[in-house]
């Protein structure tokens, strides 16, 4: 809770935990509309539920009529595929899917680690129109919650609710004019920080190769061009206007260079490497530990 007194609307969707903070409490109808809106996202984006709209794709190739919110997905994800090469897509969920990390969560790879197919091979993605010319899996797992987190902070404005803070599991928005203190995990020891940094009314998204982990040194943050896991960044950090770029930002940190990324977008970051050091830009106002 990041403040004292405040009330706590603690939930699970879209496979991770949710916690909203409020200085007023939520009414039940609101809570009831939050909760459909988490379902609403995840019945249409999840690669993980057979049910889903997306799941469709893996099995028939076709075209689909997405929800408005494809709009923005689509743009960030066709800028940042560009900006890195290939090495960030929306396709990588093939790629995730042959080392383990399926929908049945077997967490056993099927082989080698594999690329994705390259996007304008099979994918054509306009607005809410996306049609495919082969079956694919489509995750847009690196810019779907931080969007999610975006959603709901629209449904509270939308009420008249100007102080409230939403946790979802590290991707963070404060939507009070009060500064909110928070630690950087550290990312070989979860239960210790490296820092801190002053989260202001903007917001802020962490991603790690801790998390979700499984056999011998695989984890989710995988490189496109390869579909190999990425070994030389552990942790990264992103602070931007809008959950949905932070969170797509912190994954890219992992495979593009911040000075790459910076002349397209307004964000600060820190990036983390498995040699020990550091790197974060003079506008990522936090304290490192030594």
């Given at each position: 809770m990041p403040h004292a007194g405040w009330h706590e609307f603690r939930f699970d969707g879209i496979g991770t935990s949710w916690e909203i903070s409020t200085a007023a409490p939520l009414d039940a109808s609101l809570r009831s509309r939050i909760l459909a809106e988490v379902e609403r996202y995840d019945?249409?984006?999840?690669?993980?539920?057979?049910?889903?709209?997306?799941?469709?794709m893996?099995?028939?190739?076709?075209?689909?009529?997405?929800?408005?919110?494809?709009?923005?997905?689509?743009?960030?994800?066709?800028?940042?595929?560009?900006?890195?090469?290939?090495?960030?897509?929306?396709?990588?969920g093939e790629s995730l899917e042959q080392l383990g990390y399926d929908a049945g969560?077997?967490?056993?790879?099927?082989?080698?680690?594999?690329?994705?197919?390259?996007?304008?091979?099979?994918?054509?993605?306009?607005?809410?129109?996306l049609r495919t010319t082969a079956p694919v899996v489509l995750?847009?797992?690196?810019?779907?919650?931080?969007?999610?987190?975006?959603l709901l902070a629209g449904m509270l404005r939308d009420q008249g609710l100007t102080d409230f803070f939403i946790d979802a599991s590290g991707d963070l928005l404060n939507g009070g004019e009060t500064p909110v203190t928070v630690a950087l995990e550290h990312p070989y020891d979860t239960s210790k920080?490296?820092?801190?940094?002053?989260?202001?009314?903007?917001?802020?998204?962490?991603?790690?190769?801790?998390?979700?982990?499984?056999?011998?040194?695989?984890?989710?943050?995988?490189?496109?061009t390869t579909g190999e896991p990425v070994r030389t960044v552990v942790a990264t950090w992103a602070m931007?206007?809008?959950?949905?770029?932070?969170?797509?930002?912190?994954?890219?940190?992992?495979?593009?260079?911040?000075?790459?990324?910076?002349?397209?977008?307004?964000?600060?970051?820190?990036?983390?490497?498995?040699?020990?050091?550091?790197?974060?830009?003079?506008?990522?106002?936090?304290?490192?530990?030594t």
């Open positions: 019945s249409t984006w999840s690669r993980f539920r057979r049910d889903s709209l997306i799941s469709q893996s099995v028939q190739a076709g075209r689909l009529e997405l929800p408005p919110e494809s709009a923005g997905l689509a743009d960030l994800y066709r800028s940042l595929y560009s900006l890195s090469g290939g090495a960030m897509t929306p396709l990588i969560y077997s967490l056993h790879p099927r082989g080698a680690a594999a690329p994705p197919p390259a996007w304008d091979d099979v994918l054509e993605w306009r607005g809410t129109s995750d847009i797992g690196a810019a779907g919650k931080g969007q999610l987190v975006d920080a490296i820092g801190t940094v002053q989260l202001g009314q903007r917001t802020l998204c962490a991603s790690a190769s801790n998390r979700r982990a499984w056999g011998d040194g695989l984890h989710h943050v995988l490189d496109g931007a206007e809008t959950a949905m770029e932070a969170d797509a930002l912190a994954t890219a940190l992992f495979v593009v260079p911040a000075a790459a990324l910076e002349p397209h977008f307004r964000f600060s970051w820190l990036k983390v490497f498995s040699n020990g050091s550091a790197e974060y830009s003079a506008e990522f106002e936090g304290t490192l530990f």
